[in-house]
């Protein structure tokens, strides 16, 4: 039986009728379909059809520099979509808007994973400056960073960490510490993109190189 706020999305949202399937996931990337039996005090009540599925994704770490309210909501939904697993809001020095958002941000995520069908929600980390999320990154990961004055190079593979800056992008600074951790610069394009179309394309880039948004998730 479904919490009330689930219930809620469930048969007052999306319409399911008894007799219909749907997946279930818990978002920590396990799923199963289940059927819609009736209803209980206002709840969902529902049967599994199947056995639980477990789905990972491979690694796939955005660090995006925060800015504008608006546009990082925007970047928190739009990388749950594209396959993103950690997300990781980094304080640079254009960074406009300032504070740690963070419960917003998860709730977002979770949504967003709700509504493209994934199993699992990316890990939304607290705010922190750019030295700290450098040094917090795993060894095995490919690096990106762009900007515009890059040469375009071969989209990354997963495992794989991108850095994006917010509006008015990376300082020369900020560009040569990442290059130190072993960053390779990249361009998405001669023309200058908006925060979040940069973090669209960038993460688009991967999950196409991949075969898809979910970059090909194993089960066992």
């Avoid at 009736?38 to 477990?54: I, K, M, P």
């Avoid at 504008?68 to 970047?75: E, V």
């Avoid at 808007?97 to 994934?118: E, F, M, V």
């Avoid at 199993?119 to 990106?144: I, S």
Wanted: hydrophobic share 45%; aromatic share 2%; glycine share 10%.
């Amino acid at each position: 039986m479904l919490d009330p706020a689930e219930s809620h999305h469930l048969l007052r949202v999306t319409g399911i009728a008894p007799g219909e399937a749907v997946v279930l996931f818990d978002g920590r990337g396990r799923q199963a379909r289940a059927e819609l039996v009736g209803t209980r005090s206002g709840r969902a009540v529902l049967r599994q059809l199947d056995e639980v599925e477990l789905v990972r994704l491979p690694p796939l770490v955005l660090l995006v520099g925060v800015g504008k309210h608006p546009a990082m909501d925007t970047i928190v939904r739009m990388a749950t979509e594209l396959g993103a697993t950690t997300i990781q809001p980094v304080l640079v020095e254009r960074s406009v808007a300032r504070g740690d958002r963070g419960p917003r941000w998860r709730r977002i995520a979770a949504g967003a994973a709700a509504q493209c069908g994934r199993a699992d929600v990316p890990d939304v980390r607290p705010v922190v400056g750019l030295t700290r999320a450098l040094a917090d990154l795993p060894a095995d990961l490919e690096r990106r960073v762009y900007t515009p004055s890059a040469h375009r190079q071969a989209p990354p593979s997963t495992p794989c960490a991108l850095l994006l800056g917010p509006e008015g992008g990376l300082s020369p600074g900020e560009l040569s510490e990442a290059t130190a951790a072993g960053f390779v610069a990249d361009s998405l394009g001669p023309t200058v993109l908006r925060a979040d179309t940069a973090v669209a394309a960038a993460l688009a880039r991967v999950c196409r190189d991949a075969g898809g948004a979910t970059r090909r998730a194993t089960q066992s």
